[in-house]
């Protein structure tokens, strides 16, 4: 009776299966990305299948979300409710009947039956066993009425529920990740797997879709763990095939608390709305848990659908650290070409107000972001490191423009020696604007008589003028931005705080 994938040598067929109740979280998209690369690995389909049953709690607008990130990431499936596909629907709303038939099928033959226990019958009993330090189960009570018996409820209208009958024996199977794992079945007692005919519950679904849909192996969160047991038995009493199980490890916070809302963002949508790039994210994501067993680091997602391999994912559970998004999602950053990266923080610009169409020629706005780009860890951070080429006039306090001890006087002398070299300067460009004022620096230090290498006590008044910030690009930077007339005006400006 029991038949196992492996004697089939089924084709590789496997699915992500979110319900459409809330945004999708990293951890989701994690195991949509695991099931992704394995079927690519393998050359098999990676499905995507909408778990839906719970009408109360599903909503079309976090299946489009889904959807929608999911794309974002470049996970593209093979087969789901958007495509179609040989196996659809792919939505559970739309497979009602099925489960339906696979429900009479399982009264007919006894392998569940009606149970009509109000909720308050069952509490008291699990209260009950409790109190005898027994861990609660449901004690069978209508597990032997008779057809008639039965029969007269269901006409009467009588609240019920469907429970399978599980046997009392021991569940074994092989999990990719974390090896042999055994379950006691006994604990369990049956158990609800459809509120009625039309309305089954999660397990049932699972089930007969992952049997109809030729699934090959079944890669989820470990918080399924205790699952697959379950699924297991109802598997055997359908009388399908196993499907191969994987589960990933849980993915932590820092502290190792399981990874939740409270200690930072967990939806996919809040990574993208804060300008992490795809690419980064989908590379941070696969080293929750996988293992390349190398020093490398980075990763696109073609090299990944050929090195990745479900043998190296641990069983561990994997920190999430920001720090790490933000360090890849920087690299990342910097190794777009700054056409596109510019094309990627136009929207942050505009939505601050900074960016005005018509104001900034496309020329200019590049080297804004190339000066900036090196300081970004998300495009959102463009805002905080470009406004100051932005904005007319920096407000800020004068003893900004001091460098080390330098008193009101002498960072004007300072100031004044830019100005005079600047306004020599016979060819505006970055190069020959830096060595002027290196060498001005220079003169200037063994005028004052001040450390001859420390060529801040020239160049920090002059940035602090330029851009009215404690950090920036370097004045070189922001002075062939600004052009000669703004930059003079910027220093004239600062003298007179003096
Ligand atoms: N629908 C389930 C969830 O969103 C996943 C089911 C499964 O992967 O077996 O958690």
Redesign the pocket.
Same mark, same amino acid.
């Given at each position: 009776m029991k038949k196992d994938i492996k004697e089939k040598s089924m084709p590789v067929r496997v699915r992500f299966?979110?319900?459409p109740t809330g945004p999708l979280h990293v951890g989701g998209s994690r195991t949509a990305l695991f099931n992704y690369l394995f079927a690519k690995k393998n050359n098999g389909k990676f499905i995507l299948r909408i778990?839906d049953t719970d009408v109360k709690r599903s909503e079309q607008k976090w299946t489009d979300e889904i959807i929608e990130q999911l794309k974002w990431l470049g996970v593209q499936w093979d087969e789901g409710p958007d495509i179609g596909g040989d196996f659809g629907p792919y939505k559970q709303s739309q497979r009602l009947n099925i489960y339906k038939n696979y429900l009479e099928k399982f009264l007919v033959e006894d392998k569940a039956y009606y149970c009509f226990c109000s909720e308050e019958e069952l509490e008291s009993k699990r209260q009950e066993q409790m109190s005898r330090g027994l861990a609660p189960k449901y004690d069978g009570s209508c597990a032997h009425l008779s057809p008639e018996v039965v029969q007269k409820n269901l006409a009467e209208g009588k609240q019920s529920v469907i429970r399978f009958r599980v046997q009392n024996k021991k569940v074994k199977f092989t999990d990719l990740i974390r090896g042999e794992v055994e379950f006691d079945a006994s604990l369990l007692g049956d158990i609800v797997i459809a509120k009625s005919l039309d309305n089954p519950l999660?397990h049932f679904a #699972?089930v007969v879709d992952d049997f109809l849909m030729q699934i090959s192996h #079944?890669i989820?969160g470990e918080e399924?763990l205790p699952n697959t047991p379950r699924q297991i038995l109802l598997q055997e009493a359908l009388g399908f095939y196993h499907p191969i199980y994987a589960h990933l490890p849980l993915m932590l916070n820092a502290d190792r608390s399981k990874l939740s809302k409270r200690q930072g963002d967990v939806a996919v949508a809040d990574y993208h709305r804060q300008g992490y790039l795809p690419e980064a994210l989908v590379n941070f994501m696969v080293l929750l848990g996988w293992n390349p067993g190398t020093e490398k680091e980075l990763f696109t997602l073609a090299q990944l659908s050929k090195e990745f391999s479900i043998e190296k994912v641990q069983k561990a559970g994997a920190i999430f650290n920001i720090q790490r998004l933000e360090f890849l999602n920087g690299l990342y950053i910097r190794e777009k070409p700054i056409e596109k990266l510019t094309k990627l923080c136009e929207p942050y610009l505009k939505e601050a107000g900074l960016l005005v169409a018509g104001q900034v020629s496309q020329n200019k706005l590049q080297e804004i972001i190339e000066v900036s780009k090196t300081r970004m860890k998300k495009l959102s951070d463009i805002v905080e490191l470009s406004d100051l080429f932005f904005h007319d006039k920096p407000s800020y306090e004068k003893d900004l423009l001091k460098w080390s001890d330098m008193q009101d006087e002498d960072v004007k002398e300072a100031l004044l020696l830019c100005d005079r070299i600047l306004s020599d300067l016979k060819t505006w460009e970055i190069k020959n604007i830096e060595e002027a004022l290196i060498s001005g620096a220079g003169e200037f230090n063994k005028e004052k008589g001040y450390p001859e290498k420390n060529k801040g006590f020239l160049l920090w008044p002059l940035r602090a003028a330029l851009s009215g910030k404690k950090t920036s690009p370097s004045p070189f930077e922001i002075a062939a931005i600004f052009g000669r007339e703004k930059t003079l005006k910027r220093i004239q400006e600062a003298i007179k705080l003096l």
């Open positions: 299966a979110p319900s778990e999660f #699972v #079944v989820r399924h």
